[in-house]
């Protein structure tokens, strides 16, 4: 196979979940070697999480995020254990750990004391709250969408917050401690030392609110759930076709008149009340009837057709399935087969980073928790 961009790069990896196994198994792909400790006793707790489970019987939520791992059976709890996790930090470059704040320090594998003992060491710690006086709040994705303001935008007046439909606050979490992760790497390759990488689920989130955090950071003011309406671009939200709702982001003047000349109505990019994006958020009920007027028309997919070929951003509301028969049809590959171990190959989500010269390689398939069988 041809090595990968952090070929040589070996990485201990005492996570578990999603957030942290998520960096670690993009990393991996990236040509890490990855060592997945877990306990005897069960290993990742998501091994257990299900349904759904593969047809081998294997959690569909941990082999998500665990592909091109090798997995360890060690025992923390004993000092045979711990002696056998220090002799692994010690052969690799970066250790991974989303424990409870003050749990790795009991076991002898804190910071401080590995610094000391292996100063290139890159140490990433993801908590859900810092390490700081929220160390001893437990860190879960639901908690965090919801104490860090991701509910409150998502839903409408009437449904109330709603989380998003996957645990999207980890998912952040984890790439941002793959860009810390290489950050780190990248600084000991000058210096030589290493350096402790922390990222939090609420800091990452805070982070990723992008524009409403600026707006509440610039101005004070706090915003508010609009469901699928965008605050600031009209149209910028989901309208009614003749069977599903049609994603429309007509986000600028040229694109709406494009879009108005796709309905077969051109002269609604003229209508004073329409005429720039300020007239169309200010009069967005009168526009949003004057569209679906026309839209119902058609299906959905028909809009999607017509509309696509003028440059108007839009599209129908997709299952998943409907998606990756979208990625396969645009030439995304967006479904790898990964080797098996005596098993069939492993159907796994690509790689979404496309390298002309180093691409993402699926080595092994999630691993079996050493001395159990499926």
């Known amino acids: 196979m041809t090595p990968g961009a952090l070929t040589g790069v070996r990485i201990a ?27 005897p006793d069960g290993g990742d707790e998501t091994r257990s999480w299900g349904p759904p489970w593969s047809e081998d019987g294997e959690s569909t939520y941990f082999l998500s995020v665990n592909r091109n791992k090798e ?35 009991r076991l002898g594998l804190g910071y401080a004391t590995l610094s000391a003992e292996h100063p290139g060491l890159v140490y990433c710690s993801i908590t859900g709250f810092g390490s700081r006086e929220g160390a001893s709040l437990p860190g879960y994705d639901l908690v965090a969408q919801a104490v860090g303001g991701l509910m409150s935008v998502t839903g409408t007046p009437e449904s109330g917050p709603v989380k998003a439909g996957v645990a999207l606050v980890d998912v952040i979490t984890g790439l941002h ?80 008149a494009l879009f108005a000349r796709g309905l077969g109505r051109p002269e609604l990019a003229e209508d004073p009340r329409f005429a720039t994006n300020a007239d169309r958020v200010a009069h967005r009920a009168v526009l949003v009837a004057e569209l ?77 928790l050493p001395g159990r069988a499926v």
């Open 177 to 256: 401690a793959t860009v810390g992760i290489q950050a780190a790497l990248r600084h000991k390759e000058r210096t030589g030392q290493g350096q402790r990488v922390e990222v939090n689920l609420l800091s990452s989130l805070l982070s990723a609110l992008s524009n409403q955090a600026s707006t509440y950071v610039t101005t004070g003011q706090v915003p508010q759930a609009l469901g699928n309406v965008h605050p600031s671009i009209a149209p910028y939200e989901l309208l009614a076709t003749a069977d599903r709702p049609l994603a429309v982001a007509a986000a600028n003047d040229k694109l709406f």
């Open 13 to 39: 990896d005492f996570s578990r979940v999603l957030a942290a196994p998520y960096a670690t198994m993009l990393l991996a792909d990236l040509g890490a070697e990855v060592v997945k400790v877990e306990r």
């Open 292 to 368: 679906e007027d026309v839209l119902r028309e058609q299906p959905a997919d028909h809009w999607f057709a017509v509309l696509s070929e003028l440059g108007v951003p839009c599209g129908p509301i997709n299952d998943l399935g409907q998606a990756f028969a979208l990625a396969e049809r645009l030439g995304l590959a967006p479904v790898a087969d990964i080797p098996g171990d005596g098993r069939d190959p492993v159907p796994t989500v690509a790689h979404p980073i496309t390298l002309s010269a180093t691409p993402a390689v699926y080595r092994i398939p999630p691993p079996r």
């Open 71 to 105: 997995s360890r059976a060690i025992d923390l709890r004993s000092a045979e254990g711990r002696r056998e996790a220090h002799d692994l930090v010690a052969g690799c470059d970066v250790l991974v750990e989303n424990f409870r704040d003050g749990t790795m320090e």
